[in-house]
Structures are given as C-alpha cells and as structure tokens.
C-alpha cells in the first residue's frame, strides 16, 4: 500500500458515520442496491442492512446483487443481511437507533423534520410494493419526500441519496464530520483490513490480532 493510499483510507475512515444507516427491505433491482450503496459510501455510512429479495438471478457479492454502477463502492461499505424487516427494525432499535421509514402514512412527516444527529437507520422500500405497512407502524418515524408531480413516488435509490445528504447537512453542522465517530481500535482495525485485503483474512482465520501498521500504513515491525 502507498503512503497516499493509506492517506486516503485514515481519511474516510475518519469521516464515517457509525450511527447512520439504510435498511433496505427487498429493493431487488442490482442497479438501485448499487446506486444506494455507493451514496452510503459517499455520505458516511459504515454498514448499510438488507433483507435480500427473495429472489435473483445475478451475481452475488456477499449475498446480494450490485452492477457496474456502484463503481465498487460495495467493497468500502458493508451490507448486513436480515432475514425480514422487522426483526431488523428492532434489532437496529435494541441498539439505539431510531428507525425512520420512507412511508405515506397519518403520521409521515417532512424527510427534513427528524433529527439526524441521532443514531438513525432510514428504511427504504422494494421498488414495486413500498416499505410494509407492519414494518412502517413498527418503525419510531414515517418520513416522506414531498412530490408535486404527475407521479407518485421517486426512485427508491434518488429517494435514499435525498435523504441520506439531509442527514450528512445536519451532522456536517453538528460537527460530526471534524472528527472520528470511529473508536482508535475501530479506525485501525477497518484500516488494516482495506488496506490489506488479502491478509486480513488469514489473521482472523488464525485468530491473531492485526499488526500494527506505521506512519506510511506499512506493517510495523
Ligand atoms: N408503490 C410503492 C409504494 O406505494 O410505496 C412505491 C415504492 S417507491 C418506487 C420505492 C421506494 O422509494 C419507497 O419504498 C421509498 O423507500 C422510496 N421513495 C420513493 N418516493 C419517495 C418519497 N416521495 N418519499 C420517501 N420515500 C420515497
């Protein structure tokens, strides 16, 4: 790895958002995941979470479907798997997130309305049916972009990328940019592991820590 490039990965690392989140609920067009995916890269996201379509015909990575278009953004940001929405809506709730769901319901409010500083996971829906109204009643929040068109509802991959930069404004504003949300081990750890892609996996194998990596991002030692 060059200097520059473990540069540019302490960097990224540095601006990721631990606490920001999507859950994608069978989006099952690899052109949406991909687009989806690459704005989490874009804005912060650490770990995106999907429960996969039930069904797909393409190729996989680590379970789920990406194209061209994602520009490999799906190596920098993480998918977890769930197995439906709202085991996964309480899972992330357990762990202090407040879950706001893309949904027209009474209760919808303005996507700019919620506070995004907070530990937050925005559930989005599949292309053909939405976000359930089960998993919507399940989420804290029902969040929905305002439309004045002829059509109804936008793309779901231009309705994550809105969303996801009000949330990047509000946590640029609340400073949660200038410095890391990721503890020192964290930033090391996922440092190590996008840099050395074709190690990492044998240390966790052998179950040995990482080795410490110097000021160039070369192994110490
Ligand atoms: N027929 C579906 C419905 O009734 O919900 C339309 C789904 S829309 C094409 C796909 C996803 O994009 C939605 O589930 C939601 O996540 C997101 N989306 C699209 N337009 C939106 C809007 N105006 N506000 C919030 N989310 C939107």
């Not at 979470?49 to 990406?66: C, I, N, R």
């Not at 085991?87 to 209760?107: D, I, N, P, Y």
């Amino acid at each position: 790895m060059t200097p520059e490039r473990y540069a540019k990965i302490l960097r990224v690392l540095s601006h990721r958002q631990p606490t920001l989140t999507v859950l994608m609920d069978e989006v099952n067009k690899p052109h949406n995941l991909s687009a989806i995916v690459r704005t989490c890269d874009a804005v912060g996201v650490l770990e995106a979470h999907a429960v996969p379509p039930s069904h797909g015909t393409l190729a996989t990575f680590e379970g789920h479907t990406y194209d061209a278009t994602s520009g490999s953004a799906h190596k920098w940001v993480g998918v977890q798997s769930h197995s439906d929405a709202i085991s996964a809506v309480r899972e992330l709730q357990g762990k202090g997130f407040q879950v706001l769901a893309t949904h027209l319901s009474q209760r919808s409010v303005d996507y700019r309305e919620p506070d995004y500083t907070r530990p937050t996971c925005v559930l989005l829906g599949a292309e053909k049916w939405g976000v359930s109204d089960e998993a919507a009643e399940a989420a804290d929040q029902n969040i929905i972009i305002p439309m004045f068109g002829m059509v109804q509802s936008l793309n779901v991959s231009v309705a994550a990328a809105t969303i996801l930069f009000e949330a990047q404004r509000q946590r640029l504003a609340a400073g949660m940019y200038a410095q890391p949300q990721l503890t020192p081990e964290e930033l090391a750890r996922r440092a190590f592991e996008w840099g050395y892609p074709d190690l990492a996996p044998a240390y966790r194998e052998r179950g040995e820590a990482y080795p410490a990596l110097d000021e160039q991002g070369q192994i110490a030692g």
